[in-house]
């Protein structure tokens, strides 16, 4: 479920205004982005995948209560685990989409909770 509203423009415009941190912590050479705040709700999971080619770099931020396992995991090409994000709230990760970098959400959302998050394309 996709979320548009003033605390996503809030949210959006911040980010905007930190495009050179995000910069300089990076080595990249972010010039603009478009964020996205997604609430997924109980029976969520998502198998390990490659993003679009269109995606070249992005941002995730955790923004409801902390349930460690639900994060987000990366892979090797052969599927297995190399790290496991701990969703904790306030708290995520940039990442650096190429031809090796699988990624997903393995575990379930648990009913009676949920898991939200923004989501931020890194345009260099």
């Known amino acids: 479920m996709l979320f548009r509203?003033?605390?996503?423009?809030?949210l959006n415009n911040y980010i905007h205004t930190?495009?050179?941190?995000?910069?300089?912590?990076?080595?990249?050479?972010?010039?603009?982005?478009?964020?996205?705040?997604?609430?997924?709700?109980?029976?969520?999971?998502?198998t390990p995948h490659l993003d679009n080619p269109g995606v070249t770099n992005s941002m995730q931020i955790y923004l409801s209560e902390d349930w460690l396992t639900l994060g987000t995991c990366f892979y090797d090409s052969n599927n297995r685990?190399?790290?496991?994000?701990?969703?904790?709230?306030?708290?995520?990760?940039?990442?650096k989409n190429g031809p090796e970098q699988y990624h997903g959400a393995p575990t379930v959302v648990p009913a009676g909770s949920h898991r939200l998050h923004s989501y931020t394309h890194l345009k260099e």
Do not use: H
């Open 5 to 10: 509203s003033s605390a996503y423009q809030i």
């Open 18 to 46: 930190q495009l050179d941190f995000i910069s300089q912590a990076t080595d990249l050479k972010i010039k603009d982005c478009f964020t996205d705040i997604w609430l997924d709700e109980p029976g969520f999971s998502m």
């Open 81 to 95: 685990q190399r790290f496991q994000v701990p969703y904790l709230f306030n708290c995520g990760y940039i990442m």
